[in-house]
């Protein structure tokens, strides 16, 4: 556990070291909802609310929706959609997702991999995005477990608007996740560094996740 822990953190902690950082605050809200439609697909549902606390603003708001197909115990596909408002802009972001999960004794470990279609309105050129979660957690009782993951961003493309970055983003999360009567909620930090040209960025934030 500790070797892990280690890992997770030199991630986050490399980047500062070779730019000249900005931090900001933020706050997180999500809501998720899974419902099964038959014994071969499930429906998906979420809502975030991402608040910009330095600057006292909503700095993002996502709806995502889809479908999730079980293949087995461990594998589940995904086609999902996404409409994400930033500000005045506005995305559209159609999703291929594959989602791997196992568990070992009170040791849960899944990779999830996005492919993101992204297209912003009054913007010609389209972007093609890949992001692999890396999640670990642990049973610490019957009602919570401890948490940590990892998800780097990388930019297939090349568009002036994304800047041109093969490394777009990457967020860290440590936290826990309780479960609270029909609900689980996850509480944590989450670390989300921006790597720009002449600042980089470096997010601090708060985050409250419930799944129904």
Known sequence: MKKLLL??????????CFADMRNEQRT???LFAQKKINSNLNLWAETQLRHDETHQTMNQVLNRFGLLRPLNSNHELGLLFAYVQSSTIKEYRPTLQHTYRSQISLNSFAVRNR???RELEEQEARSMRWRTLLRWSQTLNDDSDFIVWDEPFLTITHEDWTGNR???????FIGSKIKWREFFIEVGYL???IPRENKSVQEHALVTYIFF
Do not use: A, K
């Not at 093969?166 to 860290?172: A, C, L, M």
């Open 115 to 117: 492919l993101e279609f």
């Open 191 to 193: 670390n989300q560094f």
């Open 166 to 172: 093969f490394i777009e983003r990457n967020r860290f």
């Open 28 to 30: 997180w809200l999500g």
């Open 7 to 16: 890992f997770f953190s030199l991630i986050i902690i490399h980047s500062p």
